[in-house]
Nanobody, 125 residues
Framework: VQLQASGGGLVQAGGSLRLSCAAS????????MTWFRQAPGKEREFVAA????????HYADSVKGRFTISRDNAKNTVYLQMNSLTPEDTAVYFC???????????????????WGQGTLVTVSS
């Protein structure tokens, strides 16, 4: 699976962005698709996940109610709609795909074999 993340950019606090993660090589419906982010000097952290075939969605507490993960199976693409952005959301955002990821391991980067290249989101105050 090859993943291509896009949609990052510079936005003012309170604004919105939509990130996209387009996949090639395999159909995403059988994969757990997840967004992580990494801010400068910090570890990579879980943001949101969509379980296989979109059966359920999971969010970090810091983004719950503001971010929404979704899939478009026809386009083999996963999205992250980000609203009410704050400077604390500034980071490089990565999409990842994994098979056989058990529910309890959804939030661990070690569970994913395939990664996109990252897209930078900068939120100004």
């Amino acid at each position: 699976v090859q993943l291509q993340a896009s949609g990052g950019g510079l936005v003012q606090a309170g604004g919105s962005l939509r990130l996209s993660c387009a996949a090639s090589g395999r159909t995403l419906s059988n994969y757990v698709m997840t967004w992580f982010r990494q801010a400068p000097g910090k570890e990579r952290e879980f943001v949101a996940a969509s379980r296989q075939r979109g059966s359920s969605a999971h969010y970090a507490d810091s983004v719950k109610g503001r971010f929404t993960i979704s899939r478009d199976n026809a386009k083999n693409t996963v999205y992250l709609q980000m609203n009410s952005l704050t400077p604390e959301d500034t980071a490089v955002y990565f999409c990842a795909a994994g098979q056989g990821v058990i529910l309890s391991a959804t939030r661990s980067p070690d569970s994913y074999h395939y990664w996109g290249q990252g897209t930078l989101v900068t939120v100004s105050s």
